[in-house]
């Protein structure tokens, strides 16, 4: 069963979140270059980004690898979200072509796209935090026996894989485990 699932959502990332993944001022204005890469970065990503989001009821496979981080009476939920490979492909088109604000601009909003859909959907969801491989004390190497789980029950609308290391790929992308709102 499927909770949520968005194919390719439209989203416009606000601003502040698209400043905090630049390590931005949160008062400052983006102005001259730094406000065309900005708006560049925006406009590329809305055009030629798919992402996508996937949240579904963990099953016991799942709440075993999550550390015991929850009662083992509380229900937990899954999201998976990506921004896609587009974004990530071409900002390494940018870095080869000697275009590093363009390059660091577009990584910055294709994370940020990834923050914002998984807190609207686990705000949608009722839940208010979410926990992921990476985080403190619960490591990236998670990732794989996560992400083999998950592909145990569903088919994901976009590719992700991980690296031995754990890493995901592409790597815009995130599994977030959160405790589900009682009935």
Request: with cysteine.
């Amino acid at each position: 069963m499927v909770l949520h699932e968005e194919i390719h959502p439209s989203i416009d990332v606000d601003e502040a979140t698209f400043k905090r993944f630049l390590r931005f001022p949160p008062t400052r204005e983006f102005e001259g270059a730094m406000a065309e890469a900005a708006q560049w970065a925006r406009e590329w990503f809305m055009a030629h980004g798919k992402p996508w989001i996937v949240a579904l009821p963990a099953d016991e496979a799942i709440r075993a690898l999550t550390a015991n981080r929850w009662p083992a009476t509380t229900p937990l939920g899954v999201i998976i979200t990506s921004a896609g490979p587009e974004a990530e492909a071409h900002a390494g088109v940018c870095f080869e072509a000697d275009e590093p604000d363009r390059y660091y601009f577009l990584e910055c909003y294709a994370s940020a796209v990834v923050d914002q859909l998984l807190t609207r959907t686990r705000n949608a969801l009722g839940a208010t935090r979410h926990y992921s491989p990476g985080y403190p004390e619960w490591g990236i190497e998670a990732n794989p026996p996560l992400l083999a789980a998950i592909n145990g029950l569903v088919s994901l609308p976009g590719p992700l894989r991980t690296l031995d290391s754990g890493m995901l790929v592409p790597k815009k992308s995130q599994i977030a485990v959160f405790a589900l709102p009682p009935k």
